[in-house]
Nanobody, 123 residues
Framework: QVQLQESGPGLVKPSQTLSLTCTVSGGSITAVYYYWSWIRQVTGKGLEWMGA???????YYDPSLKSRTSISRDTSKNQFTLQLSSVTPEDTAVYYCARDRVVRIDSFTRGSWGQGTRVTVSS
């Protein structure tokens, strides 16, 4: 069974770039028909899909975050990475990585998810 684990700094300063890595085990990120997403949840709000990378390396982003978001992958390590630039305190959230057969995933009832990692943006 596939497992996903987020990792990265828990504290980022405003204007800096947030970088998180999702390490995948039990399945390959190049397996066909799957999309690998980043989703976040601000306290008290719903899930916000940020973007995804496909099994072939194509990337997809939510329009509201596209200018600040970059998703890449390292197939040799079976990892994919999120970079969010120019962060502000409004980017403070729990960040999740997930896998599903659809590009956009915004429900815990779909796909496979990591446990999430909290990132705080503060000086």
């Amino acid at each position: 069974q596939v497992q996903l684990q987020e990792s990265g700094p828990g504290l980022v300063k405003p204007s800096q770039t947030l970088s998180l890595t999702c390490t995948v085990s039990g399945g390959s990120i190049t397996a066909v028909y799957y999309y690998w997403s980043w989703i976040r949840q601000v306290t008290g709000k719903g899930l916000e899909w940020m973007g995804a990378i496909s099994s072939t390396g194509n990337t997809y982003y939510d329009p509201s975050l596209k200018s600040r978001t970059s998703i890449s992958r390292d197939t040799s390590k079976n990892q994919f990475t999120l970079q969010l630039s120019s962060v502000t305190p409004e980017d403070t959230a729990v960040y999740y990585c997930a896998r599903d057969r659809v590009v956009r995933i915004d429900s815990f009832t779909r796909g496979s998810w990591g446990q999430g990692t909290r990132v705080t943006v503060s000086s």
